[in-house]
Every structure is written in C-alpha cells, then in structure tokens.
C-alpha cells in the first residue's frame, strides 16, 4: 500500500471496512503516511467518521464522503424512475 500511494493524487476506499460490520478498520495501515496533497474519497457513508476519514483529516488531505455520492446515484435514480430531475438541494 505504501508504494502505491507513493505520489499518488487519490485514494479510493470502496471496501466495506470502516463501515457498519467493520468500524474499526481502515483499508490503510497505520504504518503507511498519508500526504496532505492527497484526496481520499471513502464511499462508506456511514457510520459518518471512519478510521481512514479521522486520520484523512488529521493529515490535512482533502475529504470526500460516501454520502456526497449516495445523494448524486439517488437524484440520478429518482430521474431515471420518474422521468422528472431530482429537487436541488
């Protein structure tokens, strides 16, 4: 994991780890550094703090949460079984 995240731009945790049956797991170790220049988009979006989103933080990277992506496939869903946009937020 760390020689691939070496110079990396982003991360992208689309495991189920950090989520409702494993909260207390990352996907990265403690052991591998996390550059502040690097975005982490964790699609798990819920429970709404995970290990990897704390620490994400704590480094300074750039956060995107599952929930953003949740909201987008549901507006997207609504429109394609409605045939009407989904309301903005």
């Known amino acids: 994991m760390a020689a691939a995240l070496e110079g990396a731009e ?10 409702p049956r494993f909260p207390q797991l990352s996907p990265v170790s403690d ?3 996390l550059s502040s ?3 982490v ?3 798990v979006y819920w ?12 480094e300074g990277c750039l956060l995107v949460d599952g929930l953003e ?3 987008e496939q549901g507006a997207l ?3 394609a079984w409605t045939g009407f946009k989904a309301p903005c937020r």
């Open 41 to 43: 988009f964790d699609l």
């Open 47 to 58: 429970p709404r703090q995970t290990p990897l989103r704390r620490r994400a933080q704590a």
């Open 10 to 19: 982003l991360l992208v945790n689309a495991t189920t780890l950090g989520g």
């Open 77 to 79: 869903a609504f429109q």
């Open 31 to 33: 052991a591998v550094e």
């Open 37 to 39: 220049d690097l975005i």
């Open 69 to 71: 992506m949740l909201v």
